[in-house]
T-cell receptor, first 116, second 109 residues
Framework: DAGVIQSPRHEVTEMGQEVTLRCKPI?????LFWYRQTMMRGLELLIY????????DSGMPEDRFSAKMPNASFSTLKIQPSEPRDSAVYFC??????????????FGPGTRLTVL | QKEVEQNSGPLSVPEGAIASLNCTYS??????FFWYRQYSGKSPELIMF????GDKEDGRFTAQLNKASQYVSLLIRDSQPSDSATYLC?????????FGKGTMLLVSP
């Protein structure tokens, strides 16, 4: 079984450019999560979708960040314009249920973003 | 705002010893917790979750939850060098996880 798929695995861009990160969740999973990981702040939830609908976007840092889930098998996280402080590893995770107390999240390999 | 606190480490143990990893949490109403392992440069992978007070065992791993003290721990018996990684504790809310920053474990041969 394929796990969560993310692309690209590495992205280097210049400040001000648009960056789009992509995620394909595990087939049959109903919830999708976007996280950002840095040494300083650890692993932070950015946004959570259930059945393709954004449920909680309180972790999205600012208007420069946006996320979409047009169908059950694809999601994007876009940063426009990008800034050096956006440099981090971005993980996508999916889970079978609605994110309840025992609903296991499975993580993709991550995208390492560097903004110069 | 939920908070999960972990000692960043590193925690160094010799091969074959018991490694004890701990976290504390802020939300007294929290019901369940996950432990994930993350190797350097890799993504978090699930070790186990615990839902009720007491102990839960899975192979060499034992998770312990003490709701009165708001304390969660993970014991790794017979530690192996391959267990060297960062261990993340997460508070499972109604629909999302709040992670601690993780404890780095180093197991020396």
């Amino acid at each position: 079984d394929a796990g969560v798929i993310q692309s690209p695995r590495h992205e280097v861009t210049e400040m001000g450019q648009e960056v789009t990160l992509r995620c394909k969740p595990i087939s049959g999973h109903n919830s999708l999560f976007w996280y950002r990981q840095t040494m300083m702040r650890g692993l932070e939830l950015l946004i959570y979708f259930n059945n393709n609908v954004p449920i909680d976007d309180s972790g999205m840092p600012e208007d420069r960040f946006s996320a979409k889930m047009p169908n059950a098998s694809f999601s994007t996280l876009k940063i426009q314009p990008s800034e050096p402080r956006d440099s981090a590893v971005y993980f996508c995770a999916s889970s079978l249920g609605s994110g309840g107390a025992t609903d296991t999240q499975y993580f993709g390999p991550g995208t390492r973003l560097t903004v110069l | 705002q939920k908070e999960v606190e972990q000692n960043s480490g590193p925690l160094s143990v010799p091969e074959g010893a018991i490694a004890s990893l701990n976290c504390t949490y802020s939300d007294r109403g929290s019901q369940s917790f996950f432990w994930y392992r993350q190797y350097s440069g890799k993504s978090p992978e699930l070790i186990m979750f615990i839902y009720s007070n007491g102990d839960k065992e899975d192979g060499r791993f034992t998770a312990q939850l003490n709701k009165a003290s708001q304390y969660v721990s993970l014991l790794i018996r017979d530690s192996q060098p391959s267990d060297s990684a960062t261990y993340l504790c997460a508070d499972s809310g109604y629909s999302t996880l709040t992670f601690g920053k993780g404890t780095m474990l180093l197991v020396s041969p």
